[in-house]
Nanobody, 116 residues
């Protein structure tokens, strides 16, 4: 089992910045990728950014150039630095850990609200 604990959500004005963090506990060795999805009410959960151990990160087109994903392998942590936030970035952000020979693990979600 892998448990993911997120932090860093909140409210910010358009143009502002936030950093999300997600720490993984448990079967760390089974994780081959970590990242972030987001979801707004009534819509499906969609990929924001994904960091692989051996490949270049993947970003949604809507966040390229504004969001940066990074990982601290020693701390089993993935970060999402979000710059120049827009109202359309408002969503619940979920951390994901993709695992070998198992389904993904999800965090509990953290709310990000961008409004003036």
């Amino acid at each position: 089992q892998v448990e993911l604990v997120e932090s860093g959500g909140g409210w910010v004005r358009p143009g502002g910045s936030l950093r999300l963090s997600c720490i993984a506990y448990g079967a760390i060795s089974s994780i081959y990728a970590m990242g972030w999805y987001r979801q707004v009410p009534g819509k499906e959960r969609v990929l924001v950014a994904l960091s692989y151990e051996t490949l270049s990160p993947t970003y949604a087109d809507s966040v390229k150039g504004r969001f940066t994903i990074s990982r601290d392998m020693a701390r089993n942590t993935v970060y999402l630095q979000m710059e120049n936030l827009k109202p359309e970035d408002t969503a619940v952000y979920y951390c994901i850990a993709k695992r070998t020979n198992s389904g993904p693990s999800w965090g509990q979600g953290t709310q990000v609200t961008v409004s003036s």
